[in-house]
């Protein structure tokens, strides 16, 4: 199954990054290197490099400050607590399609916000048509939509923390921060590490919100690495080109991954330990 | 060590299966039966060409051929061309496609024959690519028109339509005087649509073949009367003339706004006009031509509206070449077509409102036709040239200058022609 599943569609891109196939010829054409020396030159896919690192980076960060900060808020029961919970976990459960085009009816030039400043008197803020706005725009929804995850997964971290040794730190005269620091977060590292290649892997893969926000727009600058992929795939049929930036995207994937997980393994070992 | 190996095995055969299938990338598909097939349709869809468009459309086909059945299938991916390639890639194709297809496409669909009925659709004589027709249409779509708030033109105190572009700015101008959004754009596809629109008629009336010429680098979009269109609109951008937050709206933003009565003008094609006429307005719409850059009466910019193709890997290809001739010559589906996009064919009368009137009037008072958008045929832009051109036009609005604009716009093209 991992062979048909995924061993397969992999080298077959990887097979297709080598050609010029446009999806629609039955025979392509060999071009060794050329995808690849292409996508180190290509302007569009360096600005797309750029804007995908902003998402990772900045939505990495904040998706995992919010979902560690509202666990830590949420971790006790009670009635209200527990519908907060699903609450703040409802937007992993929408489409992100739809996530997309809800938050364009909110932030768009004719949208929810622009009426209510409209109605207040003040101008309507550029959202999705500047493109500083609509990156920072892309990034707040991608951590709206992706962070109730996070508080899920560190909840369930939370748990395996002993509540005798935060009662030992009580005892010891520690105070919240200092527990947090000394005690809850040491035991926390498994799940920071799981939370942060989850998170990270997911955003260098962003796609749907961009499409249904902005299009990529304003004037492309908004086109994330996986929408690059996408369009010049299926608007330019450049599938062999595409198939090059896909495997390039992957193998960035990979390393990512990996080295974030190498570089956490210390923390976990001196849990265990 | 051996299940290892077995798995290596195994993914080998299964990609050189793959990579020697090729799919449903046929060279011929079967004649068929004319009278016994099932045919698939991959069909455009919008709100309004819906699924049951198009089966109201068929019905009285497959009613009057009982071993016929149709079944009507929308994208599954970005548009129809992506669909398809999709489907031929998992060698599933349709019989019949509609919708607007790259000169790419065409090793994929059969050449229509050589036949009157053929010629004598639109658009089939420029959908020629080495010599075949490939595609026929139902109608003509207009694609270079300016549609105008009438009630926003007296208020300016506008008497006449623009009949230039330095007229129809000098309007816009007097019409942000009377309080109006002078003229509506939005993100999405529509600012480059509408740049394409003043565009193609003022470079294409004196070169009709302006886009084959270009994929053989005998001319350049900086070099050719593009400039002055880019540098037109981008006088407009900075004079305030379209919305300040134009990249941050939608395409049904800018349909709202203006049907609102906010926007003065909109720029848009001719399947705009049922949209028009079926609004809830308090204003009466007009229509003129897009304007030329020198006042001479304007082409009309055009494509086939609802084109339709065969592919080459049908099965059925006699049954989809029979059903393909009735969408294009029955007097009663032709009709039917037409009437839903408001678009035109000479022979083909339907009851039309005044709007539409309007532009018929521009049709056919027009001194010629030329291709809209990316062309037809042989005479039409690489695959994404309108994605690209529309990405690059927004640059516009982020202070780019037309020159560099319109450099990146050759440059992209250069390395995609073929």
Redesign the interface.
């Known amino acids: 199954m991992?062979?048909?599943f995924m061993?397969?569609p992999i080298?077959?891109a990887g097979?297709l990054s080598f050609t010029d196939w446009?999806?629609?010829?039955?025979?392509p054409q060999g071009v060794g290197w050329a995808n690849y020396s292409r996508l180190l030159h290509d302007a569009d896919v360096g600005h797309a490099a750029v804007v995908t690192l902003i998402v990772t980076v900045v939505g990495t960060i904040a998706c995992n400050a919010a979902g560690l900060g509202l666990a830590l808020l949420l971790n006790r029961t009670s009635r209200l607590t527990a519908v907060l919970r699903a609450v703040v976990f409802y937007p992993y459960v929408i489409g992100p399609i739809i996530i997309g085009f809800l938050w364009?009816a909110i932030?768009?030039?004719?949208g929810a916000i622009?009426h209510l400043l409209g109605n207040a008197g003040h101008s309507?803020l550029?959202?999705?048509?500047?493109?500083a706005w609509a990156v920072g725009s892309i990034v707040a929804v991608v951590v709206w939509s992706q962070f109730g995850v996070n508080v899920v997964l560190y909840l369930a971290g939370l748990q395996t923390v002993p509540a005798s040794l935060h009662e030992a730190a009580h005892i010891d005269g520690a105070g919240r921060w200092q527990t947090f620091r000394s005690v809850t977060w040491p035991l926390l590292a498994p799940s920071v590490t799981v939370n942060l290649v989850l998170v990270l892997v997911g955003l260098l893969r962003v796609y749907e919100i961009v499409l249904a926000l902005?299009?990529?727009?304003?004037?492309?600058?908004t086109n994330t690495f996986a929408f690059l992929i996408l369009?010049e795939s299926?608007?330019?049929?450049?599938l062999g080109y595409g198939a090059a930036q896909a495997i390039t995207l992957m193998v960035v994937i990979a390393a990512l991954a990996l080295g974030l997980t190498a570089l956490r393994r210390r923390a976990e070992d001196a849990v265990s330990s | 060590m051996k299940k290892a190996k077995a798995?290596v095995v195994?993914?080998a055969a299964?990609?050189l299966t793959?990579?020697s299938s090729?799919g449903g990338?046929q060279d011929t598909g079967d004649a068929g039966s004319a009278s016994d097939a099932k045919l698939r349709l991959l069909v455009n869809v919008t709100p309004v060409l819906t699924k049951q468009f198009y089966e109201d459309l068929v019905k009285p086909y497959t009613d009057a051929h009982p071993g016929v059945t149709v079944s009507i299938e929308a994208p599954t991916?970005?548009d129809v061309?992506?669909t398809l390639?999709q489907q031929?890639?998992a060698g599933s194709p349709p019989d019949l496609v509609s919708g607007s297809l790259?000169r790419?496409?065409v090793?994929?669909l059969t050449a229509l024959p050589e036949q009157q009925w053929v010629k004598d659709a639109p658009y089939a004589e420029q959908s020629r690519v080495g010599g075949a027709m490939w595609q026929a249409g139902s109608g003509n779509q207009v694609q270079s028109l300016v549609f105008y708030n009438k009630a926003a033109f007296a208020k300016a105190g506008i008497t006449t339509v623009p009949k230039s572009l330095a007229d129809l700015t000098a309007a816009l101008v007097k019409l942000k005087g009377a309080g109006y959004v002078p003229t509506q754009t939005s993100?999405?596809w529509v600012t480059g649509a509408q740049v394409q629109m003043l565009g193609n008629v003022n470079v294409l009336n004196t070169a009709p073949d302006w886009f084959a010429q270009r994929n053989e680098n005998k001319t350049s979009f900086a070099g050719s009367p593009w400039r002055q269109v880019l540098e037109t609109y981008q006088g407009w951008v900075k004079q305030g003339l379209t919305?300040k937050?134009?990249?941050?709206?939608?395409y049904q933003?800018a349909i709202?706004?203006f049907l609102a009565g906010k926007s003065a003008t909109f720029v848009m094609g001719g399947w705009f006009v049922p949209t028009a006429d079926e609004a809830k307005k308090s204003f009466d719409v007009g229509v003129f031509a897009v304007p030329t850059l020198d006042g001479s009466p304007a082409p009309v910019a055009g494509n086939p509206s609802i084109p339709w193709s065969v592919t080459k890997s049908s099965k059925n290809q006699a049954a989809a070449l029979d059903l393909l001739k009735f969408l294009v010559t029955d007097k009663d589906a032709v009709t039917k077509e037409l009437k839903a996009e408001g678009n035109f064919r000479k022979g083909f009368d339907y009851e039309a409102s005044a709007l539409n009137k309007e532009v018929a009037a521009i049709v056919s008072g027009a001194p010629s036709t030329v291709v809209a958008s990316n062309g037809q045929g042989d005479n039409s832009a690489p695959?994404?040239y309108n994605?690209?051109f529309n990405?690059?036009v927004?640059?516009l609005?982020?202070d780019?200058k037309p020159g560099t604009v319109l450099k990146s716009i050759d440059s992209w093209y250069t390395s995609?022609a073929k």
């Open positions: 991992i062979t048909l061993l397969v080298a077959l097979y446009d999806g629609l010829t039955p025979n364009s932030l768009g030039a004719n622009a309507p550029p959202f999705l048509s500047d493109p902005t299009g990529g727009g304003p004037a492309g600058r369009s299926f608007r330019s049929n450049h | 798995l195994t993914a299964l990609l793959a990579c090729s990338f991916a970005a061309s992506a390639q031929l890639a790259g790419d496409t090793p994929q993100g999405e919305p937050d134009a990249m941050g709206l939608k933003d709202d706004q695959t994404g994605d690209e990405k690059l927004q640059g609005y982020l780019q995609n």
